[in-house]
């Protein structure tokens, strides 16, 4: 457990110290020239903010492979073939849809809802979110806390459900916590069962996405995906038709992905 605490430790300092360093970096000329500090710099800019959440990252992947908390084996892509790969990305499809739709019936502050609505519409931002934050994430809660656990003989179920309520416990957004606990439960198993660490960074990859993409089409991060389907009806019948789709693609990668994680982490 002390490797689980010092991991959540390092990810939240590292967060912290990404954004002085870019800050700094931003208001070098005015603290120059004027001695002042512009502490707003990272919530009024998504390019500091985008660069910050990048930095962080490189941070985090460093510190783990200097002290040397990553495994080599879940790097590898192993014997799982791309098209496995592209059965994933449609799974999460009908996941998404069924999480989030569940979401919108919590009535949660979303404390983070117009730094994502800026984010999107920046380079670095979208960098950030789609692929920088996914795999930092990755490595630090599935292959740093989970597969760590899971060695130190905790049961997978329990190491699983551990490693993704700290994953949604850190996101310190009310709004965000409920889905990134699935979502890190969904990501864990993947893990598991798959043994390689690319296979729930693409799952990640392509969530975070989807909803870039959704902000991206209809430009407003109050509409529901009740509204998108034409209402509470037309939505529970898509509900249960991704549900289905859901147990039958879990089911085929449950077999498909097989138990590498048990030998290998």
């Not at 967060?15 to 970096?25: E, I, R, Y």
């Not at 989030?100 to 994502?116: A, C, G, I, M």
């Not at 979208?126 to 989970?146: C, D, K, N, S, Y």
Request: proline residues 3%; hydrophobic residues 55%; aromatic residues 12%.
């Amino acid at each position: 457990m002390k490797r689980t605490v010092c991991l959540v430790i390092i990810f939240l300092l590292a967060q912290v110290l990404s954004s002085l360093a870019v800050l700094f970096f931003f208001n070098l000329s005015d603290l120059l020239h004027e001695g002042r500090l512009d502490v707003n710099a990272l919530a009024s800019s998504p390019s500091a903010l985008g660069i910050s959440l990048l930095l962080n990252g490189a941070v985090v992947w460093s510190v783990m492979t200097l002290l040397r908390w990553t495994d080599r084996k879940s790097f590898r892509f192993r014997q799982i073939k791309w098209p496995v790969y592209a059965v994933v990305v449609l799974w999460m499809l009908p996941v998404i849809f069924v999480v989030n739709l569940l979401l919108e019936t919590l009535t949660l502050e979303d404390l983070n809802k117009d730094v994502f609505a800026t984010l999107v519409y920046n380079p670095w931002g979208v960098l950030a979110i789609v692929l920088v934050g996914p795999f930092t994430e990755e490595l630090v809660f599935r292959m740093g806390i989970q597969r760590h656990l899971i060695r130190y003989r905790m049961r997978p179920w329990m190491a699983i459900l551990l490693s993704a309520l700290i994953f949604g416990a850190v996101h310190g957004n009310p709004a965000q916590i409920p889905g990134a606990v699935v979502f890190g439960w969904v990501l864990g198993w993947l893990y598991w069962r798959s043994g390689t660490i690319w296979i729930p960074v693409v799952a990640h990859v392509f969530n975070n996405f989807v909803g870039v993409a959704m902000l991206w089409c209809t430009g407003d991060t109050d509409t529901t995906l009740v509204e998108l389907c034409g209402g509470a009806g037309a939505a529970s019948v898509w509900a249960l038709a991704a549900a289905v789709c859901g147990y039958v693609g879990y089911r085929y990668l449950d077999k498909v992905l097989g138990v590498e994680g048990e030998s290998g982490q």
